[in-house]
């Protein structure tokens, strides 16, 4: 991936825990490290291919004193957070903000953060088995593509698929949504948690009927092993309501434990149960 350099922008601020740092301010040095492809910008010597570094230092001084934070570790976020959703082009940048004049009572030349955030990519199991299901399903994309930090990019068709578990309720109707997101894979859950909330989702019975379910089927190329977010999903590979709509729209994604393509996983399945 090419890269664009800005090194060592001087912007007056006023961020700091103590107060007399938020009313007299003092001098910040921002530092950028962006992530795009310059290939076409290079070839065409069209500035509109690339980013106009010169707006994007009047705007990073223009976001950087647009509100006071306490801390320097809150401006970086918000601000690697503006710049990745303003560019399109940019896939990853690294932040680095530093406090030459930090209020510390030590000869010290600099205190400063770094914060490296990217956009990702993720793949999102979507399902309901109560009331309108289409209804439910396109309503929960909605709300998820309203999100600045999470958008739509790509949707299965929808398959109707018998329960499995609890089995004496409703058929489902299941599919799958591609996703880019600047959140964590907890952030993540949570914002889905939140959704399957908005849309009234009740747990009650352990796999039973729900207006709807989104789960994190694949996260980049993650694998975790914390008890509260398994990536990729476990069993997904035995779900042919989770495989056919994610082979819909991501056939040749390797699954990061089984190095198995999705389209691969699912023939897999149907030869078995054959």
């Known amino acids: 991936m090419d890269k664009m350099y800005i090194e060592n922008l001087q912007v007056y601020g006023f961020h700091g825990v103590n107060q007399q740092e938020k009313d007299m301010g003092q001098r910040f040095i921002v530092s950028a490290e962006l992530f795009l492809d310059l290939k076409e910008a290079g070839d065409s010597d069209n500035l509109n291919k690339t980013v106009n570094y010169a707006e994007l230092c009047f705007e990073i001084e223009e976001q950087f004193t647009k ?49 490296d955030r990217k956009w990702h990519k993720a793949y999102i199991a979507i399902g309901s088995n109560m009331g309108n ?9 909605e709300l998820i593509n309203k999100s600045t ?16 578990g609890y089995v004496d309720q409703d058929n489902f109707l299941n599919g799958a949504i591609e996703v880019k997101t600047l959140l964590s894979p907890k952030g993540l859950m949570k914002f889905l948690l939140e959704k399957e909330k908005e849309l009234k989702r ?59 393509r999705i389209v691969d996983l699912m023939n897999k399945f149907i030869v078995e149960k054959a």
Not at 69 to 85: G, H, M, N, Q
Not at 214 to 237: F, G, K
Request: aromatic share 8%; hydrophobic share 45%; with cysteine.
């Open 149 to 164: 930090v999470t958008k739509v990019v790509n949707v299965s068709k929808f398959y109707e698929t018998e329960p499995v």
């Open 133 to 141: 299901k289409e209804k439910n399903l396109l309503s929960a994309i």
């Open 202 to 260: 009740e747990r009650i019975i352990k796999w039973g009927p729900r207006t709807i379910d989104l789960d994190i089927l694949l996260y980049d190329n993650l694998v975790t092993c914390e008890q509260d977010i398994i990536i990729p999903h476990p069993r997904m590979e035995d779900r042919m309501f989770v495989l056919k709509p994610l082979a819909d729209i991501a056939p040749y994604i390797v699954h990061p434990l089984l190095n198995k």
């Open 67 to 115: 509100q006071k934070y306490d801390l320097i570790e809150s401006a970086a976020e918000k601000l690697a957070e503006f710049i990745l959703l303003k560019y399109e082009m940019v896939q990853r940048i690294k932040l680095k903000i530093k406090k030459p004049w930090a209020p510390i009572g030590k000869p010290v030349e600099y205190v400063a953060v770094e914060v």
